[in-house]
T-cell receptor, first 115, second 115 residues
């Protein structure tokens, strides 16, 4: 079985500051890792995912995450945030194998960007 | 309509009522999912359908009954719910990769309140 821990439930930052949202996972098998974002009154949408290859993955809006197998982490970072990045961010893990899309989610981190 | 749509967006029901939630995807996907999102809890996967066949039932109480008549439509039939069932119910779809690498596309959710 898999589990995901997001270490911070809320992260307040000022605009143009850097941010890191932390995610740790546990699994007895190889995993695929995802970050989803949920803006107010909307469903979740994929931000980025790690499947294989380079351990650093990037999104189109400046976020990046690094898969660290030894530390079982997949932290999300952005060097300079905008007001529009205010949202709830979810880390998720898929066990691969024949998991048929069964994702295990963390509890979410609410990122609030202040002017 | 594009993406994943859900109706109704808001639903208030009594404990003795019977209602249904509807989800429709316009993405040509083969897998559909129901999730429950409660405050301060991780997203809970409820059901997974692949090619109209249920492949996951995550120990969901029988008062929730899913139906998938075709790959584009998914229903969640509700009866004799409890107040603790109040939550945001999210539908998602994906291509249906059995190895768990899929991106899931979420609808905006139905906000359910059980009185």
């Amino acid at each position: 079985a898999q589990s995901v821990t997001q270490l911070d439930s809320q992260v307040p930052v000022f605009e143009e500051a850097p941010v890191e949202l932390r995610c740790n996972y546990s699994s007895s098998v190889s995993v695929y890792l995802f970050w989803y974002v949920q803006y107010p009154n909307q469903g979740l949408q994929l931000l980025l995912k790690y499947l294989s290859g380079s351990t650093l993955v990037e999104s189109i809006n400046g976020f990046e995450a690094e898969f660290n197998k030894s530390q079982t982490s997949f932290h999300l970072r952005k060097p300079s945030v905008h007001i529009s990045d205010t949202a709830e961010y979810f880390c998720a893990v898929s066990a691969g194998g024949t998991s048929y899309g069964k994702l295990t989610f963390g509890q979410g981190t609410i990122l609030t960007v202040h002017p | 309509e594009t993406g994943v749509t859900q109706t109704p967006r808001h639903l208030v029901m009594g404990m003795t009522n019977k209602k249904s939630l509807k989800c429709e995807q316009h993405l040509g996907h083969n897998a559909m999912y129901w999730y429950k999102q409660s405050a301060k809890k991780p997203l809970e996967l409820m059901f997974v359908y692949n090619f109209k066949e249920q492949t996951e039932n995550n120990s969901v109480p029988s008062r929730f009954s899913p139906e998938c008549p075709n790959s584009s439509h998914l229903f969640l039939h509700l009866h004799t719910l409890q107040p603790e069932d109040s939550a945001l119910y999210l539908c998602a779809s994906s291509q249906g990769d059995p190895f768990g690498t899929d991106t899931q596309y979420f609808g905006p959710g139905t906000r359910l309140t059980v009185l």
